[in-house]
């Protein structure tokens, strides 16, 4: 492996078409955030331990065990030789055939992520993937490490003991050709087979425990002086043979070599090549899309509620941010949930922009009102969506932090930089399952720790777990089978899931069931119009899929306040109801309005008095008095709308002589019913960090550029004819988008920050936002241009043909 | 979306159209983990409580059967919430047992002993157990099965009790159908209640609860107790039993203020029972004066507090509470449930009026209008005295007769709170009036008079609220009552609902002052009927003389 070098992988990586850099940088998006300049930067990056690690993340088991079995192996390996090793580590579990495929299929995306690379019969690992897959396969150090730090009379006498061919090294240097031959020693099968051989069962059994891992154990005062002579102990056996080496003072570590023969010839136990299959209890996805339907329906209208409660009666926002514990058990208490299902129904009403932080309350946005006439499969997408993009844990809500202070729902501390990707996997897990099937917690977690094995599983577990209990929740699933709807919800196709809903969702009626206990019942959503007329004159009693209305004195009251009379009352409810009117409900109805308004209550700010009418007669009269809003209430009675100093000073000025009364009794004016804030737009992560294909081919196409510049090692370009092109404008932009789609050079004039005509040769990779980001071959580095101080394009063609990537794209 | 007739809400409500062709199917499938709690003409309201699903646990369903009920029946998808909620309560019914121990006589056993350590670390089941007899069970005393049970039920964890009952000192006693017949549902509610051990039947009023009280002694052919509410019925309950069944004059004592008999079937009052002399309940021995078989509760609704307690000490023996409204205005119906038994039997009042068994009853509401003086003082009236100002306004006087004498010929019962407006109307009425003070004996004869229609209006207080059995009764006219108690109302109503010999109607006047707490109370006081399909129909005391009310 010594002699693989960074070259070797750089002249590969050069070697790729266009595409499969495209490819390359869109699955490993890292690499060309800053663009590197060329292609050796490329490689060198990615190759360095960072970008590895985060490629090395996102392979699954499988892809990850063909890696590491290819790193494993000395030198370049050929398919055939990785498909037996593969094929012997996954006995049974699959036909050879189908092993195969699986293995081109890994190597494939190995391949493409710039992992493995090399012709099919010799793959070779990218420099530095060994260093960062230590240690593979839950193997111990090599054996040149273990026995490192041992010394040359130790190595001596092992060498002694287990090489019957060994004549004792040269004293000067044996340390470095010990460990060697040691190595070589433990690596061959026959060696191995002979140590075990002399060593009791109790080692043996000993052995068997280290195989697979965990490699090492601990040993108090592990670094003895033994032989095979004065072995006691089946761990000394062991140790005196050298298949245990001491790699401290109190541990002991298997050698790798020694595990690798152990294994026979296998690297992995059981490797399956294909994740485990989802278990759970299956049941009629029929009946779960109506179900998960039947809590889309209420999930939306949790959030409605939510809302407008917050709107009268918005709670504070606490100095920390979020919302209050008192607050959330009152929405929870409202919305008769749980105080977690409370808190996912006001994050989520957050992350949707429904609801925002303003004047230090929680308030309604003005987002709400556009969502609220929206339909409810519509309305039940947006929280969908927003709530698979979230980058916050509501499942944390109620529990306490590091510090053993509660999390509050809406707190800033509810983030969890994981939290939207693990939901976006166990989304795409639940997508993924078969109809009718209602995968278990333990499978989905089995399965996503297949998918990603080396990301810890230890924090991932409880947002998993969280992500399907709010997925049930929110209606993504239903009786924990993915509904239809869900699974479009799941891909991010909002159109789609709306579209699945929309039939599942109780349909509006225009009718309700009166009844003479002075009940109605609305069996489905009522249409909007006759809801809110009802909500009007009745109270709400029951909800769900039907609605409960009680009739009462002051409910009736309540409508004819609000300007209805019990003509309009009955006659609205005589239109709806399928039955007469109830009689109890319509003599309610007269009996309440026969007493409405008998005793009249308004508002003044001031009066005047008078005993003589005939004085107040001419204060109304002047016409200077129109001002005041004089109303008569009796002959010896004035109210005004004005203040009283205002009325005193206007009588003065019309030549009265009035003295202020003291009174007692202040306006209220009432709080404005419905609140709304701006506020910030509720932060929204990128769901994912991914690049389009666009900026893929950009970013490729820059680096080719930076590449030829780089590799003639050309001084920067001087104006080609030693002039500035102009164009007009609207040329220019063109000219641009023509380059950015050919992928093609060319020579701008630019002025510059401080004013001076400069020249440059560009490959322009897009154009967003007024500005061209392109590839600055002069400067060589991706720059940023203002369109506006382009002066001119010009082609710039001459070397496009001759790009290493378009001769490698011809070749393969 | 399916059709089903019933809706399924999130508060735990089942709403169930009664128009749908599947209504008797799903009502069928529902009645066992669900409460009728409202039964007007169009939707019925059913209610899931936990006491529902632990009660049809005991009956033998289980969870799986009570989702399917509600996802095959539902129209709208049925909330999620509801159907894990379902199963997490049915689920923790029979996790304790109380079973019978051949050395430790009672002791309460568990399949999951985090429950049982659970309950155990509670203060108030402390005293009632005894020794822990290994991990999974420990010792009850005998006399706290149904204090245990209480609190286990308090706690949420309901026991099973498989302890069973004693059988109680044998006596025969038969059914006598000469003539006449247990009628279809008075044999299944004896039978339920037999085959449940103890528990409660509800039927309406006049539906005939005392058969069903002898039927449930004829099949535990064993010496019985009765716990009647007064003297009046528990003559009307020998009367009966002496009609119904084979028992005769010498085997039947009764327990009353005047008489103290025990014999085989013994009549007690709830007054005898709670009298106290030095703060000692005096007649509790009689609980153990017997080896009774079965302990018969009439109006299980009225039971005192006292009797509860005692009740807790008889879990060993066979129990029957009778009641036509098992509304507490007390809130204790769970203390029903774990002392005297669940709800064995339950038929809502309209089917039975279809079928017959009840008379047809019409529901009147008389509105009178105060006087402008009245309305003053009425205005004036301390807030304690209002009610009894506004119910007994001279309005009512008038209206009360223009009803008495729109139904001459018919037997016409006056039914009032307060004495003085009693008195009053007793005179205007040229009527008598029975009143806490009458004696047993005059009482007796009054109703007897008016059985035998030699008397055509009577006037009554609220002794004559229940078990008062007044077969030729068609017209009760209601004045005041107990502010808003809605059972009183059922139970009023409930006086005329016996068949009538002409197979006529019954009509129920309740006459209330317009705009007063009076009308606060009665639409209050209505409601249980109304729930009960019992539509009011509405009129102006004005009216009353010019056309037919009953319209």
């Avoid at chain 1, 306040?561 to 003599?587: F, I």
């Avoid at chain 1, 809003?629 to 002589?657: F, I, N, Q």
């Avoid at chain 1, 641009?736 to 040769?761: K, M, P």
Wanted: proline share 7%.
């Amino acid at each position: 492996m010594e002699t693989m070098t960074g070259t070797d992988f750089s002249e590969w990586l050069r070697g790729r078409s266009d595409e499969h850099l495209r490819a390359l940088v869109t699955a490993r998006p890292e690499l060309v955030t800053p663009v590197p300049a060329h292609l050796d930067g490329l490689a060198a990056r990615a190759c360095s331990p960072s970008a590895l690690g985060r490629a090395l993340d996102r392979l699954d088991r499988f892809q990850l065990a063909v890696l590491e079995t290819l790193a494993l192996r000395e030198g370049p390996s050929s398919r055939a030789a990785l498909l037996s090793m593969i094929v012997r580590a996954a006995p049974g579990t699959a036909a050879e055939e189908e092993t195969g495929a699986a293995l081109d299929a890994a190597l494939d995306t190995l391949v493409t992520r710039g992992l493995v690379y090399g012709p099919p019969d010799a793959l070779l690992p990218a420099p530095g993937v060994p260093a960062a897959l230590e240690p593979p396969a839950a193997l111990g150090p090599p054996a040149a490490e273990v026995f490192r730090h041992h010394p040359p009379e130790r190595l001596d006498v092992l060498l002694r003991d287990i090489d019957p061919a060994y004549d004792g090294g040269g004293q000067a240097d044996a340390g470095r050709p010990a460990r060697q031959r040691l190595a070589a020693l433990l690596s061959d099968p026959a060696t191995v087979a002979r140590l075990l051989e002399e060593v009791s069962p109790q080692a043996r059994a000993a052995l068997d425990e280290l195989v697979w891992g965990p490699p090492s154990g601990r040993l108090p005062s592990a670094r003895r002086e033994v032989d095979t002579a004065t072995a006691q102990s089946p761990i000394e056996q062991l140790l005196a043979r050298g298949l245990l080496g001491a790699t401290g003072e109190e541990s002991v570590a298997l050698p790798r070599e020694v595990a690798l023969v152990l294994r026979g010839g296998r690297v992995h136990r059981d490797l399956s090549p294909g994740p485990p299959a989802l278990d759970g209890p299956v049941r009629d996805q029929e009946l779960a899309d109506r179900t998960a339907a039947g809590q889309a329906f209420m999930f939306v209208r949790m959030v409605e509620e939510l809302c407008e409660l917050w709107s009268v009666d918005p709670p504070g926002v606490l100095r920390a941010g979020g919302l209050s514990v008192r607050d959330l058990r009152r929405a929870a208490q409202l919305l008769d949930l749980p105080e977690w299902a409370a808190g996912l129904v006001a994050e989520v009403a957050h992350a949707a922009g429904l609801v925002a932080a303003g004047e230090g309350e929680w308030l309604p946005t003005g987002g709400y009102d556009g969502w609220r006439i929206k339909a409810t499969e519509d309305r039940w997408a947006v929280l969908a969506a927003a709530w698979a993009a979230m980058d916050r844990a509501p499942g944390l809500i109620g529990e306490r932090d590091d510090r053993d202070r509660p999390l509050n729902a809406l707190h800033p501390d509810l983030r969890r930089s994981g939290a939207a990707q693990t939901r976006a996997r166990t989304l795409a897990v639940l997508e993924a399952a078969p109809p009718g099937l209602a995968p278990t917690p333990e499978s989905v977690l089995a399965r996503l720790a297949w998918e990603q094995p080396r990301r810890r599983s230890a924090p991932r577990e409880p947002l998993v777990r969280f992500a399907l209990r709010e997925a049930e929740h929110i209606g993504v699933t239903g009786l924990g089978v993915p509904a239809a709807h869900g699974r479009a919800a799941a891909r991010g196709d909002g159109r789609a899931a709306a579209d699945l809903l929309a039939p599942l969702l109780p349909q509006a009626v225009d009718h309700v069931l009166l009844q003479a206990d002075l009940t109605a019942v609305a069996p489905g959503p009522l249409t909007t119009d006759l809801g809110r007329r009802l909500a009007l004159t009745a109270d709400v009693e029951s909800k769900g899929g039907a609605t409960v209305y009680r009739f009462s004195e002051q409910s009736v009251r309540r409508a004819l306040d609000a300007g209805h009379s019990a003509g309009d009352l009955l006659a609205m409810l005589e239109r709806h109801s399928a039955t007469p009117v109830p009689q109890p409900l319509a003599y309610l109805v007269t009996d309440v309005a026969r007493r409405h308004g008998r005793i009249r209550v308004g508002v003044a700010s001031s009066y005047v008095r008078c005993d003589d009418p005939a004085l107040l007669d001419e204060v109304l009269a002047d016409k200077r008095a129109h001002l005041l809003r004089l109303r008569r209430l009796a002959p010896t009675v004035l109210a005004s709308k004005t203040s009283r100093a205002a009325l005193v000073d206007t009588l003065r000025a019309m030549g009265y002589a009035p003295v202020a009364e003291s009174l007692e009794g202040d306006v209220v004016v009432a709080r404005a019913d419905a609140r709304r804030t701006e506020g910030p737009p509720a932060a929204r992560a990128p769901a994912n960090p991914g690049l389009g294909p666009e900026a893929a081919a950009g970013a490729v196409r820059a680096m080719r550029a930076g590449d030829s510049a780089h590799r003639s090692r050309r001084p920067p370009a001087e104006t080609p004819e030693g002039q500035v092109p102009r164009s007009p404008s609207t040329a220019t932009i063109s000219a641009l988008e023509e380059a950015i789609r050919q992928g093609s050079r060319v020579w701008i004039g630019y002025t510059d920050s401080q004013g001076h005509a400069t020249s440059r040769i560009l490959e322009p990779a897009r154009m967003e936002g007024g500005y061209l980001t392109a590839y600055d071959e002069t400067r060589a580095t991706v720059h940023r241009f203002v369109l506006s101080r382009i002066t001119g394009v010009a082609g710039y063609d001459s070397e496009r043909s001759e790009t290493p990537g378009e001769r490698a794209a011809g070749v393969d | 979306m399916s059709d089903g007739p019933l809706i399924v809400q999130s508060d735990k409500t089942l709403l169930l159209e009664v128009d749908h062709p599947r209504a008797g199917e799903c009502r069928k499938a529902i009645a066992p983990f669900a409460e009728l709690e409202r039964a007007p003409e169009h939707v019925h309201t059913y209610r899931v409580t936990p006491l529902a699903l632990w009660n049809a646990r005991a009956a033998g369903h289980d969870a799986e059967q009570v989702v399917d009920a509600l996802i095959g029946f539902s129209r709208y998808p049925v909330p999620h919430a509801l159907l894990v909620d379902v199963a997490e309560t049915m689920a923790r019914y029979g996790r304790l047992r109380l079973e019978k121990h051949p050395v430790h006589g009672l002791v309460l056993t568990t399949s999951d002993r985090a429950v049982l350590e659970e309950v155990l670390r509670s203060k108030k089941i402390q005293p009632l157990v005894g020794d822990r007899l290994g991990a999974d069970s420990v010792a009850v005393h005998p006399s706290e099965r149904g204090n245990i049970k209480q609190t286990l039920l308090k706690l949420g964890w309901p026991a099973e009790d498989l302890a069973g009952y004693v059988d109680g000192e044998h006596h025969p006693i038969d059914l006598r159908e000469d003539g006449w017949e247990l009628r279809p549902y008075q044999k299944e509610a004896a039978d339920a209640f037999w085959h449940g051990g103890s528990g409660v039947v509800v039927l309406p009023c006049g539906a005939g609860k005392t058969i069903v009280g002898a039927a449930a002694m004829a099949h535990a052919r064993a010496t019985t107790l009765i716990l009647v509410t007064n003297t009046v019925s528990a003559h009307q309950w020998k009367q009966e039993l002496l009609r119904r069944t084979s028992l005769t004059e010498d085997e039947i004592g009764e327990y009353t203020g005047t008489k103290k008999e025990i014999r085989p079937v013994t009549i007690a009052t709830y007054q005898v029972m709670t009298t106290r002399r030095q703060g000692t309940y005096r007649h509790l021995e009689l609980f153990d004066a017997r080896d009774w078989g079965l302990v018969v509760y009439d109006e299980v609704h009225l039971l005192p507090a006292p009797i509860f307690r005692m009740t807790a000490d008889l879990q060993a023996r066979r129990r029957l509470g009778l009641t036509a409204t098992l509304v507490r205005e007390d809130g204790r119906e769970g203390d029903v449930f774990s002392l005297i038994g669940p709800k064995r039997y339950d038929a809502p009042w309209k089917e039975m009026e279809n079928q017959g068994y009840i008379a047809p009853a019409e529901c009147v509401e008389v509105r009178v209008t105060l006087r402008d003086d009245e309305r003053l003082a009425y205005a004036m009236a301390e807030s304690d005295e209002r009610y009894r100002f506004c119910s007994t306004t001279p309005a009512k006087i008038r209206v009360t007769e223009a009803l008495v004498r729109r139904h001459e010929g018919e037997q016409v019962l006056v039914i009032g709170q307060y004495i003085d407006q009693l008195d009053e109307l007793g005179e205007h009425l040229d009527a008598p009036v029975i009143k806490g003070e009458t004696k047993v004996k005059e009482r007796e004869r009054l109703f007897q008079a008016f059985r035998d229609k030699e008397i055509q209006v009577l006037v009554v207080s609220k002794v004559a609220n229940f078990s008062i059995d007044l077969p030729e009764a068609a017209v009760a006219i209601q004045v005041s009552g107990t502010f808003g108690s809605r059972q009183e109302e059922a139970q009023r109503l409930g006086r005329v609902l016996r068949p009538k010999a002409d197979g006529g109607g019954a009509l129920f006047y309740s006459v209330v002052s317009r705009d007063t707490v009076d009308q606060e109370f009665a639409a209050h006081r209505q409601r249980f009927l109304a729930e009960q399909g019992y539509a009011y129909h509405i009129i102006d005391a004005d009216d009353v003389g010019q056309e037919d009310p009953a319209r």
